[in-house]
């Protein structure tokens, strides 16, 4: 097939090398089979050079829509849709053949989900959405690492194309079962840890399980944010997020990392203080230019949902952050019985009125029993 791409606007902007090496990744998409209104729509969104990569992902076959998927799979439809977005992922255009067949064998584990192991829609649907959430940190982490490794100064269009392709090739087969061994790892961790009976199952359904929760944020990170240019703002915020990481062992779970802050559980109250006390004391080791971390810990029942826990332990340790000194650790009443009183070395830090926490709250400063100062 000839194409005119002059003609068809496809090379506007470029001259020279560029030009040439636009020709030459246009050939070969049109070679492979994309489509010139594809490549119309690469060019206008200034994507023509991930266009190959984008094929890597999608898979070769034939095409559906959403509907057809459906009808393949044996799935209503709406809850395919609902599926789709829960994920994170745009709607494509009424009637458009958006999916592969790697859709097609998803939206079949769908409905095994759903009709043969009779897991509810909601359900299904918060842990999709904690899948989109984490899967999509995981891409933009792994489309850094290509940008920061793999490119090289002087590139053109053609030759980045190519050498992204490749490297997507190379990752897919071994970055899927990496992720399948990993999530068996952390189920194996987390029931290992999470046992309880009969009788607490039925309370934890009915009015939630008593859980510590932490939070621990950057001490004047809003400040920060003012003179420190984006780039070392992330700076910032990876390390938190790598130091919150490096605590987050055996019954303690990192939740989640928002912004500046990082939130921390455990059903071991004991282990998710030490965890908290080791993360404050990490950000006075990182030195100057590293932020003092402060942090608040709290105990009682919350209710799990899509992996994130919601209650009152929850409000009370992220209320208990925010009035924290630096490189403190604050906890309840609660936490410092369920911890152990003779464990650590308490000082109180009187009775406070906490924004959205009704009556007073008695809070403690909590140090590692072996410290002096």
Not at 115 to 137: A, H, K, T, W, Y
Not at 314 to 340: K, M
């Amino acid at each position: 097939m000839t194409v005119d791409f002059e003609a068809e606007g496809l090379l506007e902007g470029t001259e020279g090398d560029a030009r040439r090496a636009r020709i030459e990744l246009l050939d070969q998409l049109i070679e492979d089979g994309v489509p010139l209104e594809e490549l119309r729509r690469a060019v206008a969104e200034d994507r023509l050079v991930l266009l190959p990569v984008e094929r890597v992902l999608q898979g070769s076959g034939p095409r559906y829509t959403r509907e057809e998927v459906a009808e393949l799979a044996g799935v209503d439809v709406d809850l395919l849709q609902r599926q789709w977005r829960a994920l994170g992922m745009p709607d494509p255009e009424e009637g458009e053949k958006a999916f592969g067949a790697s859709d097609v064998e998803s939206a079949k584990r769908v409905r095994v989900l759903r009709d043969e192991l009779g897991i509810p829609d909601d359900e299904m649907l918060q842990v999709s959405r904690v899948i989109g959430m984490n899967m999509s940190q995981l891409a933009a982490a792994s489309r850094g690492l290509g940008q920061r490794v793999f490119s090289k100064p002087g590139d053109t269009e053609v030759e980045v194309a190519r050498r992204f392709a490749t490297i997507v090739a190379g990752m897919g087969p071994l970055l899927t079962p990496t992720l399948e061994y990993v999530l068996q790892l952390h189920l194996r961790e987390q029931i290992r840890h999470d046992v309880f009976g009969d009788r607490e199952i039925s309370a934890g359904v009915e009015s939630g399980r008593e859980i510590a929760v932490a939070f621990a944020d950057l001490v004047g990170f809003t400040k920060l944010g003012e003179r420190l240019d984006p780039a070392e703002i992330g700076d910032l915020t990876d390390r938190l997020g790598e130091l919150a990481g490096d605590v987050a062992r055996g019954p303690v779970r990192l939740v989640k990392l928002i912004g500046d802050a990082a939130m921390l559980s455990s059903n071991h109250p004991r282990e998710l203080l030490d965890a908290a006390l080791e993360l404050v004391a990490s950000s006075e080791r990182e030195g100057e230019g590293f932020p003092l971390l402060r942090a608040g810990v709290a105990f009682g029942r919350a209710v799990a949902r899509a992996g994130d826990y919601y209650g009152r332990p929850v409000n009370l340790a992220s209320r208990l952050t925010a009035v924290a000194r630096p490189g403190s650790v604050l906890c309840d009443d609660a936490l410092r019985a369920a911890a152990g009183a003779d464990a650590y070395r308490w000082s109180f830090a009187g009775a406070r009125r906490l924004k959205g926490i009704s009556g007073e709250v008695k809070a403690y400063r909590a140090r590692p029993a072996g410290e002096t100062s």
